[in-house]
């Protein structure tokens, strides 16, 4: 089955947003049968409200990126045997998506 790109409406602010291809193939390949409701920004803020609300809260850890040397922070305990890399730096290193 071929997946085209689908303009979705958010259903919390009402902004238009795409629903790719990429994501429809993730979603058939899951078993999801709905299309997601909420916008990416409306997803997340309703997520991290979600956490707020349980009390949990994401611990940050401070590290220094293994490339450029910029202070960042990353969402895991990181170990001394691989190297940690602030965002910039990791979209030059993790390994190419395929495109469908």
Known sequence: MAFE???LVCKDCGATF???AGEQEFYA???????PQRC??????????RNAQEGRSR???TVVCADCGVETQ???QPTSDR???CRECYQHHR???EQY
């Open 18 to 20: 795409i629903f790719t």
């Open 59 to 61: 611990e940050m850890f």
């Open 74 to 76: 990353v969402p895991f």
């Open 83 to 85: 190297p940690v890399y």
């Open 29 to 35: 390949e899951k078993g999801f049968e709905n299309e």
């Open 40 to 49: 990416r920004e409306c997803r997340n803020a309703r997520k991290a409200s």
């Open 95 to 97: 390994p190419a998506r």
């Open 5 to 7: 790109d689908k303009e």
